[in-house]
């Protein structure tokens, strides 16, 4: 079975633009969400989608936004991008569903953005 | 919110001993304990994880123990190898209830000298 796949893999911006960064999740796998990593921050969560829907949201500003597609693809979008954005982003997906005991995340290999 | 702490935040070993990363977490309503292992330029991977329902689990040389009263949790790794080198990060969730919001703790970055 194939893993998280993410695109592109690096990617440079400058500020002021806005960028769209896509994942595909593992095949059955319904729930995606969205990771930052950066060396002084760590690894925080952005959001997650769960059958086309924001299911959860963590602290960041309207600038991040996302959506899920009907096949389970997800998008993250980040607009007017600051030197701050710079990152690596994360998608993991997993079953999703409600009420299940371990509902294990399984990360793709990120995209690097670097904002200039 | 939840916070998680991780120690040591570096951790050098010699090939063949043992290795043991320490987290805390804030919230008590957390249930859900994975540890991840990311290698440069790569995604987390998940190597172990445990439920709050359990307080030892172990997977050949990898083992993770909880402790909810104290709320900390710890990953032990026996007989360790150079391929163990990498950074190692737990997190903590609360699993049922619908969605999926792991916090992380700050990493370990262990590394395994022969």
């Known amino acids: 079975k194939a893993g998280v796949t993410q695109t592109p893999r690096y990617l440079i911006k400058t500020r002021g633009q806005q960028v769209t960064l896509s994942c595909s999740p593992i095949?059955?796998?319904?729930?995606v969400s969205w990771y930052q990593q950066t060396p002084g921050q760590g690894l925080q969560f952005l959001f997650e989608?769960?059958?086309?829907?924001?299911?959860n949201k963590g602290n960041f500003p309207g600038r991040f936004s996302g959506r899920q597609f009907s096949n389970s693809r997800s998008e993250m979008n980040v607009s007017t991008l600051e030197l701050g954005d710079s990152a690596l982003y994360l998608c993991?997906?997993?079953?999703?569903?409600?009420?299940?005991?371990?509902?294990?995340?399984?990360f793709g290999p990120g995209t690097r953005l670097t904002v200039l | 919110g939840e916070n998680v702490e991780q120690h040591p935040s570096t951790l050098s070993v010699q090939e063949g001993d043992s290795a043991v990363i320490k987290c805390t977490y804030s919230?008590?309503?957390?249930?859900?304990f994975p540890w991840y292992k990311q290698e440069l330029g790569k995604g987390p991977q998940l190597i172990i994880d445990?439920?709050?329902?359990?307080g030892e689990k172990k997977d050949q040389r990898i083992a993770v123990t909880l402790n909810k009263t104290a709320k900390h949790f710890s990953l032990h790794i026996t007989e360790t190898q150079p391929e163990d080198s990498a950074v190692y990060f737990c997190a903590a969730s609360r699993a049922t209830g619908g969605g999926n919001k792991l916090t992380f703790g700050t990493g370990t970055q262990l590394k395994v000298e022969l």
């Open positions: 445990i439920r709050s329902n359990v």
């Open positions: 993991a997906s997993s079953l999703g569903a409600r009420g299940i005991l371990k509902d294990t995340q399984y």
């Open positions: 095949s059955g796998h319904r729930s």
């Open positions: 919230d008590s309503a957390s249930n859900y």
């Open positions: 989608y769960f059958s086309e829907t924001q299911r």
